[in-house]
């Protein structure tokens, strides 16, 4: 069985920071792609940022210049620093990885979503 589990989340001002974690766990081979994602009430799901195994990332338009996605493969972490957070950046945040792992001694590959942490920006 494979997880994810995210912390970092909370409540920071207007131009404060956070640093999300998310650690995998479980039968795992290794990671493909590990990414962020959010959800603002009301909202749709949406991506916010992207990494693949060799460090490539892609970010939306609206958190470039003030987020950082970056990932620790020795320990199937990836991180989201987020500078200069605005209000608009108050969402629920999730961590999603694309995992092959095993199964019952078979090598399997699947799409895994984090429980999602709570980011609230206000003064």
């Known amino acids: 069985q494979v997880q994810l589990v995210e912390s970092g989340g909370g409540l920071v001002q207007p131009g404060g920071s956070l640093r999300l974690s998310c650690v995998a766990s479980?039968?795992?081979?290794?990671?493909?792609?590990m990414g962020w994602y959010r959800q603002a009430p009301g909202k749709q799901r949406e991506l916010v940022a992207t990494?693949?195994?060799?460090?490539?990332?892609n970010y939306v338009d609206s958190v470039k210049g003030r987020f950082t996605i970056s990932r620790d493969n020795a320990k199937n972490t990836v991180y989201l620093q987020m500078n200069s957070l605005e209000p608009e950046d108050t969402a629920v945040y999730y961590c999603?990885?694309?995992?092959?792992?095993?199964?019952?001694?078979?090598?399997?590959?699947?799409?895994?979503w984090g429980q999602g942490t709570q980011v609230t920006v206000s003064s």
């Open positions: 479980g039968s795992i081979i290794n990671i493909n792609a």
């Open positions: 990494i693949t195994r060799a460090g490539s990332t």
């Open positions: 999603n990885a694309d995992i092959n792992y095993l199964s019952e001694s078979r090598y399997s590959r699947r799409n895994y």
